[in-house]
């Protein structure tokens, strides 16, 4: 069992999916990407982004941006994990359609921990795919797999990468649709 799991607020996951995501899994993403993939101003985006440092999520580099950590990429993969189950068992047993499933499981995959979502998996009979069809991250815990590796980090990453590219470019700062919710 995993020793004590890391808590994170909505907030930070935001932050530490973007980075993941802007930077394909490895990459270093700029601050300034961040604050306008999330709509906030460039000081808001470096203080999260000293924090999830000091959390060892990410490296920062100060002016010159963020990288995200093997433990940081863990941490978003069991985001998504926590995301895609719920949005499974929501499709599958309560019969929700797609978008209200996402946005429902979106109000509550930050909070719940990974000893429910196991139990959830178990129950779905550890889906390998959500309704949307993307990959759910299995864990060792559950699926007697590892919830990471260097491939599937880049694959998930360069498969999530392009979803938010295509539907979610970055606009100017006070664009009304330029907030970004993570999956």
């Avoid at 390998?128 to 491939?151: M, N, Q």
Wanted: hydrophobic share 30%; with cysteine; proline share 5%.
């Amino acid at each position: 069992m995993r020793e004590a799991e890391l808590r994170l607020t909505k907030g930070e996951l935001r932050y530490l999916v973007v980075v993941y995501e802007l930077g394909k899994g490895g990459e270093l993403v700029k601050a300034s990407e961040v604050a306008c993939r999330l709509n906030v101003k460039s000081p808001s985006a470096v203080e999260a982004l000293e924090k999830l440092s000091k959390l060892g999520l990410v490296i920062y580099f100060k002016r010159k941006g963020v990288k995200i950590t093997k433990r940081g990429m863990e941490e978003v993969l069991r985001y998504y994990r926590r995301h895609r189950i719920l949005e499974t068992l929501l499709v599958t047993h309560l019969n929700m359609d797609l978008d209200e499933a996402c946005r429902e499981a979106r109000n509550i995959d930050a909070y719940v921990s990974d000893d429910l979502i196991n139990r959830v998996c178990k129950l779905l009979g550890h889906p390998r795919k959500c309704p949307h069809g993307y990959d759910i991250p299995p864990s060792s815990e559950c699926c007697g797999t590892a919830l990471v590796s260097e491939e599937e980090v880049t694959t998930i990453a360069a498969e999530r990468s392009r979803e938010v590219n295509d539907e979610q470019p970055c606009k100017p700062s006070g664009s009304p649709d330029n907030t970004y919710t993570p999956p």
